[in-house]
């Protein structure tokens, strides 16, 4: 047996936080939770949906008849343009925020979703992302484009969309990353995320997929069962950077990536993604940043099994089951 099949405890070098494996732990019997994933028998419009293309939205705006990627301000954003009360120092600290949000509907197809789009709808996406990334950064410290995909992770809709929320303040988990990627570029004088991919590629048993501009992994210290990085190769920090064949290379990958997690349990897989580039407030100072996006599933064993992070992990240190080899190669099993 190797090392991997024993408990042990991985170093996550974007956050500094450790994650305990044990990947004994696969073979527990479970009596617990099983929840129905959502399928992916959808009608191409829905007449009750508020994304689809003509139908009215709460406070009675309605979409255009888009045809392609639509985006609008969020009509019940996490932050507003004004910050509102007063900042407060002391033990109970508190400072105001500000911000704004915006809605970014992949497709007007009410089925789809960017695992099923083509290459060609897959690359409007990734340039959506770019121009909302550069335009709102302009005015703002940080710009977090994520989407959360699934009713098991929360969306409030199955229409294919995401969400940007923009805001005069750089998050806790991205300041985290920002702290060990400038540590490490101050020590070792290279980019850490540089040399992941490095040391993925010579060990070669977490990787997903790969091409010229872009590199997958399961990371060495993934928390999620099925978790992967998606890691640039170029010189580039934040999404608007990005040249075409970098553009058309992501959509490509993407398209090999998210297929891939469809067919592990034959279900439309969910999954929270956020891009993480260097935060706009940084300026010129990110030579140690590396444009990256993160994928979050939940699912474990089967569509009905999710991780879940509680016990152990809420009160002490992540811990997962399954080692991050052992994703990566199911993962790979069903790229076609």
């Known amino acids: 047996m190797s090392h991997a099949d024993f408990p042990h405890r991985r170093l996550n070098r974007l956050t500094g936080e450790w994650v305990l494996v044990s990947p004994q732990r696969m073979k527990r019997p479970w009596q617990g939770e ?29 979409n255009p008849d888009f045809e392609g990627v639509f985006v609008f301000p969020n009509d019940f954003p996490a932050l507003l343009l004004e910050p509102g009360g007063e900042a407060r120092e002391g033990l109970l600290r508190e400072e105001p925020a500000c911000g704004e949000a915006r809605v970014v509907c992949y497709a007007p197809d009410h089925s789809a979703t960017l695992a099923r789009m083509s290459d060609k709808a897959r690359r409007e996406v990734v340039n959506g992302w770019c121009d909302l990334s550069a335009s709102l950064g302009a005015k703002w410290h940080h710009v977090q484009i994520f989407e959360n995909k699934g009713a098991m992770m929360g969306a409030s809709s199955p229409h294919p969309h995401g969400q940007v929320w923009a805001g005069d303040f750089v998050p806790t988990l991205v300041e985290r990353e920002d702290g060990c990627q400038r540590a490490h570029h101050a020590e070792a004088g290279s980019v850490l995320l540089e040399d ?54 992501l959509a490509a990958l993407l398209g090999e990536l998210l297929p891939a997690y469809d067919a592990l349990f034959d279900t439309d897989f969910p999954y929270s993604m956020g891009w993480h580039g260097a935060p706009h407030g940084a300026g010129a100072d990110c030579a140690h940043w590396r444009l990256h996006a993160h994928f979050y599933p939940p699912l474990l064993r089967s569509a009905e099994i999710r991780k879940h992070m509680v016990g152990f992990e809420l009160l002490a240190e992540t811990q997962r089951d399954l080692s991050p080899e052992a994703a990566a190669e199911r993962i790979r099993d069903c790229i076609a």
């Open 196 to 249: 992941v991919i490095a040391a993925e590629e010579a060990d070669g048993s977490r990787i997903v997929a790969s091409n010229p501009h872009w590199l997958a992994v399961v990371p060495h210290w993934a928390a999620w069962p099925f978790e992967t990085l998606v890691i640039a190769r170029d010189d580039v920090r934040r999404l608007e950077e990005l040249g075409d064949p970098a553009r058309d290379a």
């Open 34 to 62: 099983t929840k129905a994933a959502q399928g992916g028998d959808r009608p191409n419009h829905d007449a009750s949906c508020y994304l689809c293309p003509g139908n009215e939205r709460v406070g009675g705006t309605h």
